[in-house]
């Protein structure tokens, strides 16, 4: 029902910014719930940030709140994650995912192929 490309991913210098597109296709995008998600090598698949169906109510993890955010444009059927002081840690490949929403995994029903974020010291 919701196919998702995500964009914007590259290498940048620690402190730097970045701003990442999820385009999605598919009538009902606004009635999903949209999230991001990041996976770095080894490790577990975490979520990040997302934004609620209704009231665009966000939510954000501990690790980048202040300095990330997500916001969507309906009438473009795009998701966006701004980034901003950009920290090493922060590498990952970044996920856009769509679904009944929450902070886990579980909540999302449909992902994008990811894009790699490279942060640089």
């Known amino acids: 029902q919701v196919q998702l490309v995500e964009s914007g991913g590259g290498l940048v210098q620690a402190g730097g910014s970045l701003r990442l597109s999820c385009a999605a296709s598919?009538?009902?995008?606004?009635?999903?719930?949209m999230g991001w998600f990041r996976q770095a090598p080894g490790k577990e698949r975490e979520f990040v940030a997302a934004i609620m169906r209704r009231g665009n109510y966000t939510y954000y993890a501990d690790s980048v709140k202040g300095r990330f955010t997500i916001s969507r444009d309906d009438a473009k059927n795009t998701v966006y994650l701004q980034m901003n002081s950009l920290k090493p840690e922060d590498t990952a490949v970044y996920y856009c995912?769509?679904?009944?929403?929450?902070?886990?995994?579980?909540?999302?029903?449909?992902w994008g192929q990811g894009t790699q974020v490279t942060v640089s010291s």
């Open positions: 598919g009538r009902s995008f606004s009635s999903y719930a």
């Open positions: 995912a769509a679904g009944p929403g929450g902070v886990g995994l579980k909540g999302y029903n449909y």
